[in-house]
Nanobody, 125 residues
Framework: QVQLVESGGGLVQPGGSLRLSCAAS????????IGWFRQAPGKEREGVSC???????SHADSVKGRFSIVRDNANNVVYLQMNSLKPEDTALYYC???????????????????WGQGTQVTVSS
């Protein structure tokens, strides 16, 4: 069964850090691109950070310099390291599988065929 499971969300103060994990099963991670997306209440789902099978990455302007995405193919896990968190980063964060070649068009939900269930990140004092 193809599956993505996120973990690592929680409550953090502004300026703090979190690392989200996306554990993949049922498929070979290094054949695909993986993206992290988020959705805040009342807003559309947006791309945060994406990585292709060559480890090329793409980030939303709002997170550049603060977030990084890395993949561990040996353990079938993709991480999202989030630093200098801001209240506007508060959202439900999802990881998703998408064709690696689509990174050429940026980090968007286009082409996503598998979604995780999401993990909540809340940035508040």
């Amino acid at each position: 069964q193809v599956q993505l499971v996120e973990s690592g969300g929680g409550l953090v103060q502004p300026g703090g850090s979190l690392r989200l994990s996306c554990a993949a099963s049922g498929f070979t991670l290094d054949d695909y691109g993986i993206g992290w997306f988020r959705q805040a209440p009342g807003k559309e789902r947006e791309g945060v950070s994406c990585i292709d099978k060559s480890d090329t990455t793409s980030h939303a302007d709002s997170v550049k310099g603060r977030f990084s995405i890395v993949r561990d193919n040996a353990n079938n896990v993709v991480y999202l390291q989030m630093n200098s968190l801001k209240p506007e980063d508060t959202a439900l964060y999802y990881c998703a599988r998408r064709p690696s070649r689509l990174l050429a068009y940026g980090c968007s939900p286009r082409g996503v065929d598998v979604w995780g269930q999401g993990t909540q990140v809340t940035v508040s004092s």
